[in-house]
């Protein structure tokens, strides 16, 4: 049944049934060497090709002609009810199949086994799972290719997690993580024009230089394609700065598409929040996800995210201090945004999707020491600015997944696409804290009097158990959830999200307010499983925990005052973006070693940490 659960999820994951552990809670990590390739999005437009387009750069002319013929693009209606009825239809009628052919080959299986006809091996018996699995990656692969929306956002769930899912889906659905099929260059253009430029002002009166999407066989991709909106390179006009820019926009009449998709969804799980049959309530679930979803529609509110995250980061808790980002962030350009366009600062890099493949290309292997050094400098990255804004602020990157983490060329981590926020409480903070401080302090995995501290903490952030759940059910869900380091969970429950036995089997309801910290703390722990890293989120959440409880939050009235300290600290960055490059210059044969050496430092660090962690009491 194990079996069944792995491949069934995928499926399933995209139902109803499906977004939470594995599901709701997760985003994205390291994705395996993938082949990118677009589809084009289905708009209801003339304008919209079926092939795959690419970007190509071109400087502006001065050509009235064109900002004419922009004023002339048809922009593609939003979808009706009756447009949306249809696609839940389109979904159900192509996903049950799926499901019902592997229970069909299931049933066939124990007919053969109990008529005593059973000829198969466990050879043959792999090769028939392995036929299901790519006849039903195929089908889901086009299932969500033609209806995209909200339904591309679970197929990166199910991409990202290799540890859960069969490859033949990972591998299918691989091709939504970072870019989809991008819409035609002067629609996107005439959407810059409506809603950024001034009255008086012509598109290359604002961009000397624009990535234009154009038709093969001239094939250069755009920066990005997501369900939301699409990424151009540019470089602005001397009088808005002259700098290189990357442009975003929002794909016209998509707010009614995704807004639709899981408004469906919600509707057919509404019938199902009190199915004991299921893990927990994703009526729930779908709510908090609709909620944020509504607001990654508008680009003024992620500009302002965007730098909001960017000052709590940048400065101490208290405000006095200056502190190092060990990833960058974009910026927005003053006086070029708008709901539907943002104009931010350009990363040069590839997403995390495609940096298996960009080492390939390299000649880096990805299982060197070089590549598993980068994969601790990205956990401890994305450990400490996940941390800091959840405990801290409550205030959170709440969409991270492989097409918004990049790695830069010149090795440095960057996160972008800030359209999903979120904001906790700071009661839950409080309690979250607390939680991070009672799973670091704990004596073992088994104490009774442990597991009841941190069992009524989860359970005073609002996690409802079922009634007949163990009496170790609530602290092993915390474990499960934020101690990837944990050998044996409490209760005799299995680490697999998708197993029966899965402590989220107990879950009868999880607090909407916490469910996109979930996902913040899976894709962590996605990615730490993908590189064979025991990772501990409570471990590493910990000391900002303790300040936060010892200080809560209140800012000195010294917040603008400069120490040496902080001069100090951007002189280190420097210094550690030299160190950097320099490196990246050496010879393979001084490379190498150099890595092994500091990988196998940092492991026997950080192994030192956790068994000195558990024997201080």
């Known amino acids: 049944m194990k079996r069944l659960h792995s491949c069934l999820g995928a499926t399933v994951l995209l139902t109803p049934f499906a977004v939470f552990s594995v599901n709701a809670l997760i985003p994205s990590a390291l994705s395996s060497a993938k082949q990118i390739q677009f589809r084009h999005d289905q708009l209801n437009t003339n304008a919209v090709s079926s092939t795959m387009v690419e970007a190509t750069t071109t400087k502006n002319n001065n050509d009235d002609n064109d900002d004419n013929d922009l004023d002339s693009v048809e922009f593609p209606p939003p979808l009706s009810q009756l447009d949306r009825i249809q696609r839940s239809a389109i979904f159900w009628s192509k996903a049950m199949p799926i499901v019902a052919n592997y229970y069909g080959l299931i049933g066939s299986l124990k007919l053969q086994e109990l008529l005593g006809v059973d000829n198969h091996t466990e050879e043959t018996i792999e090769k028939l799972w392995a036929e299901k699995h790519e006849d039903g990656a195929k089908k889901l692969y086009e299932t969500v290719a033609d209806l995209k929306g909200f339904y591309v956002k679970t197929a990166q769930i199910i991409s990202s997690r290799q540890d859960l899912f069969p490859k033949q889906y990972t591998d299918a659905l691989s091709v939504f993580s970072d870019n989809l099929d991008p819409m035609p260059a002067k629609l996107a253009k005439a959407v810059i024009k409506q809603e950024l430029l001034n009255a008086d002002e012509s598109f290359e009166d604002v961009f000397a ?18 369900s939301v909106a699409q990424v151009h390179r540019a470089v602005l006009t001397e009088k808005y700065g002259g700098k290189e820019v990357a442009v975003k926009v929002q794909r016209p009449s998509i707010e009614s598409k995704l807004m639709g998709d899981i408004a469906n969804l919600k509707a057919i799980s509404k019938p199902f929040q009190d199915v004991d049959a299921l893990p927990l309530d994703y009526y729930t679930v779908f709510a908090e996800l609709e909620k ?3 607001d990654e529609f508008d680009f003024v509110a992620e500009a302002v995210a965007m730098d909001r995250i960017f000052s709590s980061l940048t400065r101490s808790m208290d405000g006095t201090e200056a502190t190092e980002l ?15 366009v943002l104009v931010m600062d350009y990363l040069k890099g590839v997403p995390l999707s495609r940096a298996r493949e960009e080492m390939l290309k390299k000649g880096i292997d990805p299982d060197s020491p070089e590549a598993k050094l980068f994969g601790r400098k990205l956990l401890s990255a994305l450990t400490y600015c996940f941390g800091r804004n959840i405990l801290e602020t409550g205030f959170f990157h709440a969409d991270p997944h492989p097409g918004n983490i990049f790695v830069l060329d010149n090795g440095e981590i960057g996160l972008i696409d800030f359209g999903q926020v979120k904001q906790i409480s700071g009661r839950n903070r409080e309690t979250l804290a607390k939680v991070m401080v009672a799973l670091d302090d704990r004596l073992s995995d088994d104490n009774p009097e442990d597991l009841l501290k941190i069992g009524n903490l989860a359970l005073e952030l609002g996690v409802e158990l079922n009634e007949n759940a163990k009496d170790e059910a609530a602290a092993a869900v915390a474990m ?3 101690d990837g380091s944990t050998e044996n969970l409490p209760g005799g429950y299995d680490q697999g999200e998708l197993s029966p036995n899965s402590p989220v089997r107990e879950l009868k309801s999880f607090p909407q307010d916490l469910v996109l910290v979930g996902r913040s703390s899976i894709l962590i722990k996605g990615l730490s499983n993908r590189l064979g890293i025991k990772w501990s989120l409570s471990h590493e959440w910990a000391p900002i925990a303790r300040k936060v ?3 809560p939050g209140a800012v000195s009235a010294r917040a603008d005052r400069i120490r040496f300290k902080a001069v100090v600290s951007v002189f280190r960055g420097w210094a550690k973006g030299r160190r950097n490059r320099l490196v990246q210059k050496l010879p393979p044969s001084v490379r190498s070693p150099l890595a092994r050496a500091l990988l196998k430092l940092e492991e026997t660090k950080s192994k030192s940490s956790l068994r000195m962690n558990r024997r201080k009491k």
């Open 209 to 226: 230089e624009f990535d234009d999407i154009v038709s093969p066989p001239r094939r250069m991709e755009p920066l990005g394609a997501a």
């Open 292 to 294: 944020q979803l509504g």
């Open 326 to 340: 060990p990833l960058v962030m974009p910026r927005p350009i003053p006086g070029l945004v708008s709901k539907r």
């Open 480 to 482: 499960w959830l934020f």
């Open 549 to 551: 409880l010892k200080e």
